[in-house]
């Protein structure tokens, strides 16, 4: 049955020629890609229980992102869950809808021209977010596995990941978000506090890469005790 907020979004979406969704190849090939790393973060014991996220951009003008819809069992994750949305986190393409989290990929993807978004709740993240909050974020360094990020070329690099507070308000959360990225250009990610780490790169490859090698760094330090001294 049509109903009338569905009738409303058709006309909205013919009277506008911007308004039509991406390459349908393009959107289904990158939604399995996302879909086949959605499971693997999974079976990593990164995105439990329904959390996490996960974002492409597969357009840049008009912005189109490929996107999570809500409350999706990552396990078992299938690129026909995933939805097409617009600058605005309308829906283009799918059904379901977009996690709130939406906004965040999208001040993200404007804040750092990202072309992938990638959002993980592991419990390394969960832990060191908690304990180093008061210092607004993570220092890591010395470390070779830093060199899996992308533009550091030594262990010597000194990695800072923000720590920002953590919010039901996507919107205040968003604005604070783009904020940060702007204070502290040529980060690779930022934590939320006793909730995740955001991550993203230039490909989606790049975006996967920084998950692998930041959980990896946090793991580190929960396992060497190093979070004790903060
Ligand atoms: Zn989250």
Do not use: C
Request: glycine share 10%; charged share 20%.
């Amino acid at each position: 049955m049509k109903t009338a907020s569905n009738r409303s979004k058709a006309i909205r979406m013919q009277s506008s020629k911007e308004r039509v969704p991406a390459n349908s190849a393009t959107f289904l090939q990158v939604a399995e890609s996302l879909a086949e790393i959605g499971r693997g973060f999974y079976a990593r014991g990164w995105v439990l229980g329904t959390s996490g996220n996960f974002s492409a951009v597969i357009s840049q003008e008009p912005l189109r992102l490929a996107i999570t819809s809500t409350g999706l069992d990552k396990g078992a994750l299938t690129p026909g869950q995933f939805l097409e949305i617009d600058e605005a986190a309308n829906v283009m393409r799918g059904d379901g809808r977009p996690s709130a989290e939406a906004v965040l990929h999208l001040a993200i993807v404007r804040g750092v021209s990202a072309g992938a978004v990638l959002h993980t709740h592991s419990v390394s993240s969960t832990v060191l977010s908690g304990m180093h909050a008061r210092h607004s974020g993570i220092a890591l360094e010395g470390y070779e596995m830093l060199k899996g990020l992308t533009g550091v070329a030594t262990h010597k690099h000194r990695e800072w990941l923000p720590i920002l507070e953590n919010s039901q308000d996507m919107v205040e959360l968003a604005d604070r978000v783009s904020s940060r990225l702007e204070q502290t250009p040529g980060v690779h990610g930022f934590l939320l506090q006793e909730h995740g780490l955001y991550t993203w790169g230039e490909s989606l490859a790049d975006a996967k890469r920084h998950v692998e090698i930041l959980e990896f760094l946090m793991e580190v330090l929960v396992r060497s005790g190093a979070i004790q001294n903060a």
